[in-house]
């Protein structure tokens, strides 16, 4: 089984849950809210579940093998790594042209000449 496809569909960095996820596989079969999860010994993945009475939790899917939940956890945080890069790199990106732009704008003040009208003679 080949995975095909990681989408990271919600990202955040306000609590433990870092992003929520869909994982396709085969471009055939697709898993969604895979949780990316910050926890004491750093980021794991849990997979889709339900609450089962009180405080019970069961997963809808989840690999059979410690190998398939590699690949699948290395995938996801390819991905996640990947797209907090080019968030990263636009959040620069645009902090550089904020100071760009006031330094332009100070330049064509400077640089604009002066224009003075002679006073008209009657």
Known sequence: MEI????IRKLSNEDKMKGIVSVTF???????????IDGINGLFIAMPSRKIGK???RDIAHPLSPETRTKIRDAIFEEYEKVLSEQESLVVHDDAAEVEAPLE???AEVEAPVE??????E
């Open 4 to 7: 095909t496809d990681v989408r």
């Open 105 to 107: 704008a100070e330049a």
């Open 26 to 36: 085969d471009d055939e079969f697709v898993v969604h809210d895979i949780k990316i």
């Open 116 to 121: 003075v009208e002679a006073p008209v003679e």
């Open 55 to 57: 405080s019970d939790y």
